[in-house]
């Protein structure tokens, strides 16, 4: 559930917000509330995997590492996306506070939807797999690998071409950088 909820969560943020650290955090808080779900659920046998997946927490190293490794690679997808983004225009109302609220009322709406359609249509597994991770899972990281290099290679090509304008900093605005001043 978290890999693919995260990675689209992680492209709303990059794409509203456009300072790079913002639009990483902003992923941070609904993508807790979704893995909070998830692994409540998992110990209480609402999961593919068994119980002890999640619990006790010294067998279970695995599964958080694995859910840490998945916010990185959010954090990742939505602050390459906010480079490669950054120069587009923006409404004159639009400062980077709304931005961040806007990316993060909708991440935290989209949220709260899956996590109530999961809750929804949860059932208990009599017969956990043990096979290993969940296709959807599989196709999820693979997906956020390619998104992670190929937004990578776009924000670095985006950041060696430079802005004519001066650099893109919400503490300096483009406006007050004059030719020839520093």
């Known amino acids: 559930m978290t890999v693919l909820a995260t990675f689209f969560l992680a492209i709303i943020a990059g794409w509203i917000v456009r300072e790079p650290r913002r639009a990483a955090l902003t992923v941070i808080l609904p993508y807790l509330a979704m893995v909070v779900v998830q692994t409540w659920g998992l110990a209480n046998g609402y999961g593919i995997n068994p119980p002890s997946t999640v619990t006790p927490f010294s067998g279970a190293i695995s599964y958080y590492v694995v859910q840490v490794i998945v916010l990185l690679f959010a954090m990742a997808i939505a602050a390459e996306l906010a480079v490669v983004r950054a120069r587009a225009a ?6 980077p506070w709304l931005r961040t609220a806007v990316a993060t009322a909708i991440g935290a709406t989209g ?3 899956v996590v109530v359609g999961w809750l929804a249509s949860a059932k208990l ?3 956990h797999s043990s096979s290993g991770m969940p296709l959807v899972a599989l196709l999820g990281i693979g997906l956020n690998v ?5 937004l990578g290679v ?3 090509r985006t950041l060696r071409r430079g802005n004519p304008a001066g650099p893109v900093d919400a503490r300096q605005p ?4 004059t030719p020839g001043s520093r």
């Open 125 to 127: 597994v009599a017969h």
């Open 174 to 177: 483009a406006a007050a950088m």
């Open 111 to 113: 949220t709260l939807w």
């Open 146 to 150: 390619i998104v992670v290099i190929a």
């Open 154 to 156: 776009a924000a670095i």
């Open 90 to 95: 923006t409404p004159a109302f639009a400062g």
